[in-house]
């Protein structure tokens, strides 16, 4: 399911939060963002966090806050992304 996430993620981040949809968009192709500078294909900080998450239930950590954001912290460092 995660491999599936990260798919998704990376075809969707060339339109995110994109004012104009100046692209075609035929699903045949990753898609550079206009400001971003991803590699097309890349997946985002989305996948990080869901993989921090998981991470979290699989470790059976509790599931407060506090392990939430250092998860999340550590899944940045490891993979630095731009969002």
């Known amino acids: 399911m995660l491999l599936e996430l990260a798919i998704g993620d990376a075809y969707g981040a060339g339109f995110e939060y994109a004012n104009e949809m100046i692209f075609v968009n035929d699903l045949s192709r990753y898609i550079k963002h206009p400001r971003h500078r991803l590699i097309p294909g890349s ?18 950590a509790p599931w407060a806050p506090e392990v939430l954001a250092e998860n999340f912290f550590n899944a940045f460092k490891r993979d ?4």
């Open 43 to 60: 997946y985002t900080d989305d996948t990080q966090m869901s993989i921090a998450i998981a991470e979290t239930i699989v470790s059976q």
């Open 80 to 83: 630095p992304r731009e969002g």
